[in-house]
């Protein structure tokens, strides 16, 4: 271990954590920690009195032993040492976010999607409270809090720390960083680094963590290199590479299973992959000697580092694609990409007048794309690293069949009961694992940490030095695990909705035998078991019938996971299960062009780290929390007696970075995207450039999986295919999501004329008619952006108008002011009175229909 690096990482850390503490404590005119009184300006330097605080919070948390070597925390401002001057120089450059206001800003940190795109919301402040999964926590508004309310919020979130702080009971350097770093994201990630004169966008944790990356780079540069950059950081001098990860082939892998349990092994692999990801971001960090504050973000099968100049990824990336390849063969790859960040990137202020073509694909956000290009163009070159002669003995040489295709051959041959092979086994116990865990333990060993069978997600794992164990609410083990691997050193405790106890981290540390550090973070921990409501359901011959249960066939038992053939069974209409997939529209430009640059916000790495965080927070966590509620409201649930049931039908598969993936009963997803769509707008702070798409599928029967995945993906492209996108495709129909709440309620209406019998199904099948006879004409002339005359038009009215002739009066007048909207719109409202129908008409299927 390099301890200069790690005590570096530390010192950069903790160097303003002081503010918090000032802005807690600190009485009017006394800005100093008690103890600094003596000191002034000339020892702590200009605008350095947070760093008295900071020196306070070393001297009674951190281990004695420890604390001289921190000293570049308390001269930050004024450096007087190498360790000192590596500190303000990565705060000089981590800092370079920080813009002039016109005068003092609330002491609460500013959302960050408040400093988005050329039209950014006006401001909104988080709450000062601990990361949580509530949405009084998550959310900002737009009032700001009461100074006396302000002041408690510090004073909670201070005490927190130092409390957490001094419980920190661990004598090794890495895994104490661990632990200050879960603490500070606990703790600091709502409050700002700056705000005095200063834009407060960036929290506490986002400039501390990048400071750490920085300063952890920069010890590889000798002092007078160190000491020209403080001078002058305007220079090409080469400080930090830029490192993307992108786990390729994760679509094919996780849509490869056979029908029967699919949805537990869909679960499983889904977090797997999340894992895996996490696993290998964490095992390039091992080799590399840097800790966890250089992984800048992880998610979505994605990851960033930033890794000093002189890091040497090929013989890493190597023993990384080894063990993909002796565990999935070429089914996985981890491909990698990274570009140089010079000091000059630091404060490059991106869109400024004059700057040249070269330039412009400078800065942060600039070394961002670069660094993401340069990974997917690692993947036309997969398992290249291995060399010529391993490729032929292994690439191109015949491959005998996975356990998992083996599988998928039985069943295609018609075999009751296939075999279940151990990797599929180990898949569907991680999913029934998880449903029940609120804690997820991360075991990590220098080397390997041998578990399992070839081919097995634990044994991936371990290969890799991480092995994983899954915890209850009190701390107790999901079920009985073997023993961890000698190797491991020490474990990391999520807790999946909030920070574990000290209780619970104490049963834990028993329990495995390690030191254990407790921290947060959000799994969008969503999937419906049997319930006694659904056994009771079964007990009707008709919905045993509609769930495919053949006579005698065993019924699933409280609390397995449902699958697939049960969610489309409770279907309200249709029996058929539906497919959401989301995800956030221009999202590489959100990043690359995004923060108004050059004005108010320039893309900056605490930024950019920073808006990354936030996606995490709300696809990770708040999905989950949306999907959990997932319920059936309004008059059509009231109809079919179905409001309010406590049915769990919703499943989400993958949620995490920018998209998700969700199965459920098809009639709940459309409401259950439009909620999606909504909340994040509110917590995108109302940012128009934040919006996202979404495709919906419906499926039934034993239709393949991989191909209703892939008709959702189409479903979803067709969505960003419409001009400005903040749309969603549903039944063939692309409309944008401003006229959701006109096609709902248009369909609540058909459904309420035509269910109870006002008016005929037949009313359904004509609006659908013209809605497809002006599809067909705009295909059959190319012009898509007006409406079309065409005799369509005028077999509406005399349909409608011959329609309404038979029924009674109310009925009647309802179908004559249909025939009126659509001639007063001009027939415009056919795109959402089509689509309606077509809902309604699903919705109005019998029961007993498939």
């Known amino acids: 271990m390099d301890s200069e690096r790690w005590f570096l990482a530390l010192a950069a850390l903790l160097h303003d954590v002081g503010k918090l503490g000032q802005r807690a404590k600190a009485e009017p005119g006394r800005p100093l920690a008690p103890g600094y009184e003596g000191f002034g300006k000339e020892d702590y330097g200009t605008h350095g009195a947070h760093a008295t605080w900071s020196a306070w919070f070393v001297r009674e948390c951190v281990p004695k032993g420890w604390q001289g070597n921190l000293q570049g925390i308390f001269y930050h401002h004024r450096p007087v040492d190498r360790a000192s001057r590596i500190v303000a120089l990565a705060d000089h450059l981590s800092a370079a976010e920080r813009q002039e206001a016109e005068a003092e800003q609330p002491q609460q940190l500013l959302s960050i999607f408040c400093c988005l795109g050329e039209d950014p919301p006006g401001p909104h402040y988080l709450p000062l409270k601990p990361l949580s999964l509530e949405e009084d926590v998550l959310f900002p508004s737009k009032t700001p809090m009461g100074e006396a309310e302000r002041r408690r919020a510090y004073g909670d979130l201070w005490d927190g720390l130092v409390a957490g702080a001094k419980a920190l009971k ?31 966008d960036v929290s506490l944790f986002d400039h501390g963590r990048t400071t750490a990356a920085l300063a952890a780079c920069l010890a590889d540069l000798d002092d007078e290199a160190i000491r020209a950059l403080l001078v002058k950081q305007d220079q090409g001098v080469e400080v930090a590479r830029l490192v993307c990860g992108d786990l390729s082939g994760v679509q094919a892998y996780i849509y490869k299973v056979i029908a029967r349990g699919a949805a537990k092994n869909l679960r499983g692999r889904s977090f797997y992959l999340q894992l895996l990801t996490l696993a290998v971001a964490r095992f390039l960090l091992r080799r590399l000697d840097l800790p966890v504050c250089n992984l800048l973000y992880v998610g979505g099968g994605r990851f960033y580092l930033l890794v000093p100049p002189s890091a040497d990824l090929a013989p890493i990336q190597k023993e990384i694609s080894e063990v993909l390849w002796r565990h999935h063969g070429g089914d996985l790859y981890l491909a990698l990409g990274s570009t140089p960040l010079t000091a000059h990137d630091f404060i490059l202020r991106d869109g400024a007048a004059g700057r040249t073509a070269e330039e412009r694909d400078g800065g942060i956000a600039g070394a961002w794309s670069r660094a993401s290009r340069a ?95 899954l915890f209850t609410g009190g701390g107790k083990p999901c079920r009985t695990y073997a023993p961890l691997p000698g190797g491991a050193r020490y474990g990391l405790l999520w807790g999946l909705r909030e920070a574990p106890s000290t209780t619970v981290l104490g049963e834990v540390q028993k329990e495995v035998g390690l030191p254990v550090v407790g921290g947060v973070r959000f799994v969008a921990n969503v999937s419906p078991r049997v319930k006694e409501e659904d056994r009771r359901w079964l007990q009707d011959s008709r919905n045993r019938r509609r769930a495919g249960f053949d006579e005698g066939e065993r019924e699933p038992e409280v609390g397995e996971i449902k699958e697939f053939n049960l969610l489309q069974a409770q279907a309200q209409g249709i029996a058929q299960f539906g497919v959401l997939r989301m995800d956030v529209d221009n999202l590489g430009a959100l990043f690359s062009q995004g923060f108004a640059a050059g004005k108010k916000a320039p893309a900056t790495l605490s930024r950019m780290a920073s808006l990354s965080f936030a996606f995490g927070l709300f696809f990770e966590g708040w999905v989950g929390e949306i999907a959990r509620k997932a319920r059936r409201e309004g008059e059509i649930a009231r109809r079919a007696g179905r409001e309010g049931s406590d049915l769990d039908l919703v499943y989400v598969l993958y949620s995490g970075g920018d998209d998700l993936f969700i199965v459920g009963a ?14 994040l707008e509110r917590f995108a702070a109302g940012n128009p450039a934040v919006h996202v798409s979404a495709g919906i599928t419906l499926h039934g029967g034993k239709y393949p999986l991989y191909q209703a995945a892939q008709d959702a993906h189409e479903a979803l492209e067709a969505a960003k295919d419409r001009p400005g996108k903040d749309a969603w495709c549903f039944l063939g129909s692309v409309l944008p999501w401003a006229d959701y709440p006109r096609v709902r309620q248009d369909m609540e209406d058909l459904y309420g004329l035509v269910k109870p019998g006002q008016a005929p199904k037949a009313l359904l099948q004509d609006l659908r008619q013209l809605y497809l006879r002006y599809l067909q004409q705009q295909k059959e002339t190319g012009i898509w952006d007006r409406v079309l005359w065409g005799p369509w038009m005028w077999w509406s009215a005399y349909r409608l108008t011959r329609m309404a002739g038979g029924l009674k009066d109310e009925a009647k007048e309802k179908v004559l002011a249909l025939r009126d909207r659509l001639k007063g719109e001009k027939f415009h409202e056919i795109r959402t009175l089509g689509l309606a129908a077509r809902w309604a008409e699903l919705l109005t299927r019998d029961e007993g229909e498939r």
């Open 170 to 200: 661990v004598d090794d350097l890495k895994v104490y960083l661990e632990g200050v770093y879960e603490l500070l994201r606990q703790y600091t990630w709502c409050v700002p680094s700056a705000f005095y004169v200063a834009q407060p």
């Open 375 to 469: 990974a997917d163009e690692a993947k036309s070159r997969r398992f290249a690293e291995l060399g010529p002669e391993w490729l032929s003995q292994h690439l191109f040489a015949p491959q005998a069949p996975a356990e998992e295709e083996e599988e998928l051959f039985r069943e295609a041959a018609g075999e009751e009961e296939p075999q279940v092979s151990p990797g599929r086994q180990a898949l569907e116990d991680l999913a029934r694992d998880l449903h029940q865990a609120q804690y997820l333990l991360l075991a990590f060993g220098e080397g390997p940490l041998p578990g399992g069978e070839r081919g097995t997600w634990p044994a991936t794992l371990g290969d890799l030095g991480m092995a994983v164990r």
């Open 666 to 679: 098809w009639d709940l997803l459309p409401n259950l995207a439009y909620r999606i769509r909504a909340d």
